[in-house]
């Protein structure tokens, strides 16, 4: 569970940081953005909003799953373990059309 929670403050730290990052735009355009113009908190909301959004999908670009090739998760409820290698193995023959429970055959 320690890279799950590692994986969960990462993201959320990104966010954060481009969120806070959205904040500058007070200094480029503060007539637009500043909390007491018309529409001010609406136009600010929005663009900490987006910039959330885009630091939160840098970082899953990054690292898109918390999983490593030595840490097992459960394979969809079947009790059968495997490791994050595994699955993209698994993955990538069912994309060739193999059966990767029997081996490929």
Not at 52 to 76: I, Y
Not at 86 to 97: E, I, P, R, S
Request: a positive charge; one cysteine or more; aromatic letters at 4%.
């Amino acid at each position: 569970m320690g890279n799950l929670k590692k994986w969960l403050n990462g993201l959320i730290g990104a966010a954060i940081g481009a969120a806070a990052n959205g904040i500058t735009v007070l200094i480029v355009d503060p007539a637009k953005f500043s909390p007491g113009a018309v529409g001010g908190w609406k136009n600010l909301g929005i663009c900490v909003g987006v910039s959330a959004l885009v630091g939160a999908a840098l970082f899953l670009k990054q690292s898109p799953t918390p999983w490593d090739g030595t840490t097992e998760r459960r394979n969809g409820g079947n009790g059968t373990a495997i490791t994050g290698s595994n699955v993209l193995g698994q993955q990538a023959a069912k994309k060739q059309g193999a059966n990767p429970t029997n081996g490929g055959a």
